[in-house]
Structure formats: C-alpha cells, structure tokens
C-alpha cells in the first residue's frame, strides 16, 4: 500500500491488480494539509494573520465574514494586501481552510413576501404608517423608532419590549412584567427617566404593530404611527434584531450581553460604524445643543 498526494492510497485487488481508494484523515489533518497546501501557498502566508483575526471574530463575536472584511479595511487592521475579499473568505470557509464551518455563521433573515390582501383585517388605533412623514420613512433624521413585544419561542414565561432606531439601529431590550399596555407604559415611564430631558428629542416617534399592547403609547407625547396588520416588514429593522433573540428568551445579565451585541455589531449599511457609535454621536449633539 501507498500513499499518493491527493488522498488516496494505492490498494492491492485479490488478483494483485491496483486501485485507488480515498484515505480518512482526522478532521484537524485535513484542516492542517489544505491550509498549508492549497492553491497559492504565498498568499496563504501573507494573509495568515487575517484569517486568525477572521476566525476569532466570527467564531467569538458572531460577526459575519462581510463585518470582519469591512470593519478591517475601515478601521486600517490590515492593508488590502494583508486580507482576501468577503467572496474570498466565503470560498477559504466552504473549502475547509480555516476553522470555521458554514453552521457557524450567522443565520440570514428570512424576509415574508408582501401580501396587501392582509392588511385590512384589524382596524388600526392611531395614525396609519400611511401618514408617517417623508423624513421617517427616509431615514432622514434621528429619533424616529420601531417597536415589538416579543415572546420566545419555546418559552412564554418571559416578554421583552423591544425597540430600535431607524437611522442608527440602536437597540433597547426591556423585560417585561407581561405582555400588556401596563407593562410597556411602565417601561417606557422608565425610558423617560434614563433620558431625562433629552427624551423628547430622543424619542420622537415610534411605530407599533396593532397589539393591545401598545394601545396606550399617543400618552406619552410620542409620535405613534401603527404598521399594517401583518406587515411585520413594515418594521424591518426591529424584526431583524427580534430574530436574534426570538430563539430563546433571555434573563438578567443575559439581555444586556445580546443588547450589547447588537449595538457594538458593525454594519455594512452604516459604513462599518457600530449603531452604538451613531447613536453616542447623535446623543452627544443633542446634549451640547440644549
């Protein structure tokens, strides 16, 4: 019996004729040869501190490739010749070149399609999101925030409000009490004490689906626009950070951890900044201008 290079081992028929047969190796091994032997092996040495980067940040930090290349170049962690593109990355993690397998990257969002046929089963409370100004739906101006009551999953002992930012994508989560008016206008008293006076300037509108739940937000000099019923994309930015935290309920510590996460995040759409580094930006504006 011999060993070839690609794997395979030469193997002797009863009639002593020869054939090929693939040979196992530990996962690790394969790991090992395909990092030092495949395709350009300079480059591969060239980018060898960005790929432990890379496999640090997304295997710890739950960034996704995109976020690791992108914060990388802006944040000048390595120079274009020191780091491979987001394609490139993809491609090293479907070929077993680093450490990192497609079940550990994020989940991507499933968008539902639109139907306009769903829209007219409940009767909204408020202002239609119809009569929402231009400078909210286009993303114009900061203050403007969408808002969802949400339960696990597996468990319905724990509710969380959540709520987020339409230009920064600042997220606030807060566990509630249960899923009622009561309980969010409690929480949303406590909001108007962390903000203080700024609050106002802070918070000037939200938008809500049509739960019973936020029947009462007009009481709190707020903006309130309500979302088609079953239009949950019409609260896209809110529904995606939902996803994150939908699977299982958090507590304690546990909801400022994923908050944390979510605001220190880096995104594509921001050019890489983090919402928290926004947000700080646009509070401390707010602040200085008072």
């Not at 769903?118 to 009569?131: N, Y």
Request: glycine share 4%; with cysteine.
């Amino acid at each position: 019996m011999t060993h070839t290079k690609d794997n395979t081992t030469t193997q002797l028929n009863y009639d002593l004729s020869t054939y090929e047969q693939y040979s196992t190796e530990t996962g690790q091994a394969v790991y090992d040869k395909n990092r030092s032997h495949y395709g350009n092996k300079s480059k591969l040495l060239k980018v060898e501190s960005f790929l432990q980067h890379a496999e640090k940040m997304i295997l710890k930090n739950d960034w996704s490739p995109d976020v690791v290349v992108g914060h990388a170049l802006k944040n000048n962690k390595f120079t274009k010749d020191e780091m491979v593109s987001t394609k490139t990355l993809y491609n090293y993690i479907d070929q077993n070149l680093l450490d990192i397998k497609n079940i550990d990257l994020q989940l991507k969002v499933r968008r539902k399609e639109r139907d306009p046929n769903k829209r007219k089963h409940k009767r909204l409370q408020g202002k239609s999101i119809e009569d929402r100004p231009e400078t909210v739906d286009g993303r114009k101006e900061f203050g403007h925030w969408e808002i969802d009551a949400v339960r696990g999953t597996r468990t319905k002992d724990n509710v969380l409000l959540t709520i987020t930012e339409r230009t920064t994508r600042q997220h606030l989560i807060r566990l509630l009490a249960d899923k009622s008016s009561a309980a969010v206008d409690q929480a949303i008293k406590r909001l108007k004490d962390q903000f203080a006076n700024t609050f106002n300037q802070v918070f000037k509108t939200i938008t809500a689906d049509n739960g019973t739940e936020f029947a009462n937000l007009y009481n709190h000099d707020i903006d309130v626009y309500y979302a088609h019923t079953y239009s949950a994309w019409e609260r896209g930015n809110n529904e995606r950070h939902n996803g994150l935290i939908r699977r299982s309920i958090p507590k304690g510590e546990q909801i400022q951890r994923i908050q944390n996460w979510c605001n220190n995040y880096p995104r594509k759409l921001l050019d890489y900044f983090t919402p928290d580094e926004l947000f700080q930006k646009e509070l401390q504006a707010i602040i200085h201008s008072n």
